[in-house]
C-alpha cells in the first residue's frame, strides 16, 4: 500500500496496552482499516514487537511500519527523542 496523505500514525510508545499481543491486535486492526478505507495507517510499535507483527501481516502493511528503539523503561508514554 502506497503511502498517501493524510496520514493516521499510531505511536506505541511503551503503553502496556500496546505492547506484545495487544500490539498485534492493534496493528492487525490497522491492517483491516487501512484496506477497508483506502486509507494511510502507519503503526510505530516497539523494537521487540516488529517481527510478531511482521509474521502476520502482508509486506505492503510493513513498508508503512516505523520503528521506536528499545528503551528499557517502564510502561509509560516514553519515545525516543532525536
Known amino acids: 500500500m502506497k503511502i498517501k496523505s ?4 499510531l505511536n506505541y510508545k ?6 506484545g499481543w495487544r500490539a498485534i ?3 492487525e486492526s490497522a491492517d483491516r482499516l487501512a ?3 483506502g486509507i494511510s495507517i502507519v503503526v510505530a ?6 517481527s ?3 509474521d502476520q501481516f502482508d509486506i505492503q502493511f510493513l513498508h508503512s511500519m516505523w520503528i521506536l528503539s ?4 517502564t510502561p509509560v ?6
Open 25 to 27: 491486535n492493534l496493528s
Open 70 to 73: 528499545l528503551l528499557g523503561l
Open 35 to 37: 484496506k477497508e478505507y
Open 6 to 9: 493524510p496520514i493516521i500514525l
Open 14 to 19: 511503551t503503553y502496556y496496552q500496546t505492547t
Open 52 to 54: 510478531p507483527i511482521a
Open 45 to 50: 510499535p516497539q523494537f521487540v514487537d516488529i
Open 77 to 82: 508514554k516514553y519515545s525516543l527523542k532525536a
